[in-house]
C-alpha cells in the first residue's frame, strides 16, 4: 500500500498567485514526520518545510505553509506568491521510526513527486 | 553545517564495469546513510540503508551483490554498481539523518548512464 501519495502529476499556476500541492499519508506510528522538499533539474534535494506529528499549529517558511490536516491524514503545501523560479518537481515524505538524542534515524518515503510549472 | 559531498555527479561507463560513488560527510558524523534511486520524473525510491561499522539492509528487490554498499568510516559511505548494464542508468542520491527540523541532508546526486 502507498504510504505517501501525491495524485497530481502536474500543476500549473500564473506567476504571483498562490498553489497547492497535494499529499495524503497512511501510518499507524503515532510519532512521525512529514517533509516537502523541491527538486529543479539539476537533482538537488531542496528542504522546504517539515511538520511532526506531534506540532499543533501548521508550519510556516517564508513563502511556503503547510496544511496540516491530521484527521483526513494530509499534508498539502502551499505556495504563495509563486514566481518563475518555483518551477521544479515537489515531493512530499514521511519518516517513521526511531529517534534518539533529537536525530531521528528513521527513513524517508516519498511520494510520486508534482511537477509545478510557473507561467510568466 | 550538515553537508554531504557526492561525487562524481555525473559518470558514464561501459556495461560490464563497474562504478562506484562516493558520498562523504564534511561536517559531522554519519552513522546512517540512505540510498536512493530515481529515474527521470518518478519518485525517490530507497535502495538501501547503510549503517557504520555494519553490513547494509537492503530493500525487497535490490540485487545487494550488484549494488554493494560499503560503510567503512563515520564520514564516508559508498555504493558500488557492478556488472553495469543499461538498466542501472539513473539518479542516484545518498542521504544523511541530521538533527533538527531539517531531518536529513541529501548528497548533490550521481546521474549514472551506462552505454
Known amino acids: 500500500a502507498q504510504k505517501i501519495t501525491q495524485t497530481q502529476p502536474g500543476m500549473f499556476v500564473q506567476e504571483k498567485e498562490a498553489v497547492t500541492l497535494d499529499c495524503t499519508y497512511d501510518?499507524?506510528?503515532?510519532?512521525?514526520?512529514l517533509f516537502w522538499y523541491k527538486q529543479p533539474s539539476s537533482g538537488e534535494m531542496i528542504f522546504l518545510i517539515y511538520?511532526?506529528?506531534?506540532?499543533?499549529q501548521n508550519a510556516t517558511e517564508g513563502r511556503y505553509s503547510l496544511n496540516f490536516q491530521k484527521a483526513r491524514k494530509s499534508a498539502n503545501l502551499v505556495i504563495s506568491a509563486s514566481q518563475l523560479g518555483d518551477s521544479a518537481m515537489y515531493f512530499c515524505?514521511?519518516?517513521?521510526?526511531?529517534?534518539?538524542?533529537?536525530?531521528?534515524?528513521?527513513?524517508?518515503?516519498f511520494g510520486q513527486g508534482t511537477i509545478l510549472t510557473v507561467h510568466p | 553545517g550538515a553537508v554531504v559531498s557526492q561525487h562524481p555527479s555525473r559518470v558514464i561507463c561501459k556495461s560490464g564495469t563497474s562504478v562506484k560513488i562516493e558520498c562523504r560527510s564534511l561536517?559531522?558524523?554519519?552513522?546512517?546513510m540512505f540510498w536512493y534511486r530515481q529515474f527521470p520524473k518518478q519518485s525517490l525510491m530507497l535502495m538501501a540503508t547503510?549503517?557504520?561499522?555494519?553490513?547494509?539492509?537492503?530493500e525487497q528487490g535490490v540485487e545487494k551483490d550488484k549494488f554493494l554498499i560499503n560503510h567503512a568510516s563515520l564520514t564516508l559511505s559508498t555504493l558500488t554498481v557492478t556488472s553495469a548494464h543499461p538498466e542501472d542508468s539513473s539518479f542516484y542520491i545518498c542521504?544523511?539523518?541530521?538533527?533538527?527540523?531539517?531531518?536529513?541532508?541529501f548528497g548533490s546526486g550521481t546521474r549514472l548512464t551506462v552505454v
Open positions: 515524505a514521511m519518516r517513521e521510526g526511531i529517534t534518539a538524542g533529537g536525530t531521528s534515524y528513521g527513513k524517508l518515503t
Open positions: 501510518t499507524s506510528d503515532p510519532s512521525y514526520g
Open positions: 561536517d559531522f558524523q554519519a552513522t546512517t
Open positions: 542521504s544523511a539523518p541530521v538533527g533538527g527540523a531539517n531531518g536529513y541532508t
Open positions: 547503510s549503517n557504520e561499522g555494519s553490513k547494509a539492509t537492503y
Open positions: 511538520q511532526g506529528s506531534y506540532d499543533q
